[in-house]
């Protein structure tokens, strides 16, 4: 069955960039996303990319994908505490005959 | 659009109760799914809707659990009877229809249970 990884927290001081790490194994994965989620809040998409992209860039977001390898990055640039929020790695099939496989999410933790 | 409504926000009830979760999804949207949050389990997807029938009810955790669509504009998500370990945020999502970057789906503010 489909599986997404990701690691369960990060830390980084304001200012810094921040690399989230995902890693997926369903190869017929078409589209990958990221989640946000903020205290006491639901998800909130922040941006995706299609399998066929290698990377997009949204602002201060950075997206990039390993196709070959199964592996997804999210950069956030300058980094605010703002920014502090577990984030969800997702992936679906173009067929979309199933539901979105979620990671467990990462926690990002932000220091002043 | 006002967004995924669920409701209660917030249910505190005692081992044995009903508890019934309530969501509305976003006007128009095909899809709905139900998930359940904790800190030990993480995000899991307990069912989902098209067109108000479910799909894929694989993660229903137990008997106990069920669901229901009467139409397109209502979900309930059923507990009977609750048990501590039931404690967690349910979250309802709705999507509008598969095959497109649409398959995103929004998350409703989520329903925090406890179960004492």
């Known amino acids: 069955g489909e599986d997404v990884e990701q690691s369960l927290f990060l830390s980084v001081r304001e200012g810094d960039s921040s690399v989230i790490n995902c890693t997926y194994t369903?190869?017929?994965?078409?589209?990958l996303y990221w989640y946000k989620q903020e205290p006491g809040a639901g998800l909130q998409l922040l941006t995706y990319?299609?399998?066929?992209?290698d990377m997009k860039q949204d602002q201060r977001l950075t997206v990039l994908l390993n196709k070959k390898d199964k592996h997804l990055s999210l950069r956030i640039a300058d980094t605010q505490t703002g920014d502090s929020a577990i984030y969800f790695c997702?992936?679906?099939?173009?067929?979309?005959?199933?539901?979105?496989?979620f990671g467990s999410g990462t926690r990002l933790q932000v220091q002043p | 659009d006002a967004g995924v409504i669920q409701s209660p926000r917030h249910e505190v009830t005692e081992m044995g109760q009903e508890v019934t979760l309530r969501c509305k999804p976003i006007?128009?949207?095909?899809?709905l799914f139900w998930y359940r949050q904790t800190m030990m389990r993480g995000l899991e997807l307990l069912i989902y809707?098209?067109?108000?029938?479910?799909?894929?009810d694989s993660g229903m955790p137990e008997d106990r659990f069920s669901a229901k669509m009467p139409n397109a504009s209502f979900s309930t998500l059923k507990i009977q009877p609750s048990e501590p370990r039931d404690s967690a945020v349910y979250f309802c999502?709705?999507?509008?229809?598969?095959?497109?970057?649409?398959?995103?789906?929004?998350f409703g503010p989520g329903t925090r249970l406890l179960v004492l």
């Open positions: 999502a709705s999507s509008p229809a598969p095959g497109m970057i649409s398959e995103t789906q929004y």
């Open positions: 369903d190869s017929s994965s078409t589209y």
């Open positions: 990319i299609f399998s066929n992209m």
């Open positions: 997702a992936e679906g099939d173009y067929t979309g005959r199933r539901a979105l496989t």
């Open positions: 006007s128009g949207h095909d899809y």
């Open positions: 809707f098209n067109n108000n029938v479910p799909i894929d």
